[in-house]
Nanobody, 125 residues
Framework: QVQLVESGGGLVQAGGSLRLSCAAS????????MAWFRQAPGKEREFVAA????????TYADSVKGRFTISKDNAKNTAYLQMDSLKPEDTAVYYC??????????????????WGQGTQVTVSS
């Protein structure tokens, strides 16, 4: 049974940092592309960042480019999202997602096979 469990969310002041983790079980992370999406209250879920299964390619939403960094540690079977210079508009529930052997990087929700339950990030002004 595949499980993705996010952690690391919380309350932080604007300008601060958080690192989200996505621990995977039931799959071998080195064969999966990973992505982060987020959903703010009253809004649709949106793409944040993605990394290819080999880790050589990444892509980011324009709104987080230069502030967020996606990575994966295959030895720990865990993906990460380092979030710096946080803004109040980054407040959302953040979800990680996995897609088997995707060499490209995708920002489409429909491309991802497995999803976590989400972790809340709140940025105060």
């Amino acid at each position: 049974q595949v499980q993705l469990v996010e952690s690391g969310g919380g309350l932080v002041q604007a300008g601060g940092s958080l690192r989200l983790s996505c621990a995977a079980s039931g799959l071998i992370l080195r064969t999966y592309a990973m992505a982060w999406f987020r959903q703010a209250p009253g809004k649709e879920r949106e793409f944040v960042a993605a990394i290819s299964w080999a880790g050589g390619r990444t892509t980011y939403a324009d709104s987080v480019k230069g502030r967020f960094t996606i990575s994966k540690d295959n030895a720990k079977n865990t993906a990460y999202l380092q979030m710096d210079s946080l803004k109040p508009e980054d407040t959302a529930v953040y979800y990680c997602a996995a897609d088997y052997l995707r060499s490209a990087v995708s920002d489409r929700m429909s491309d991802y096979d497995y999803w976590g339950q989400g972790t809340q990030v709140t940025v105060s002004s």
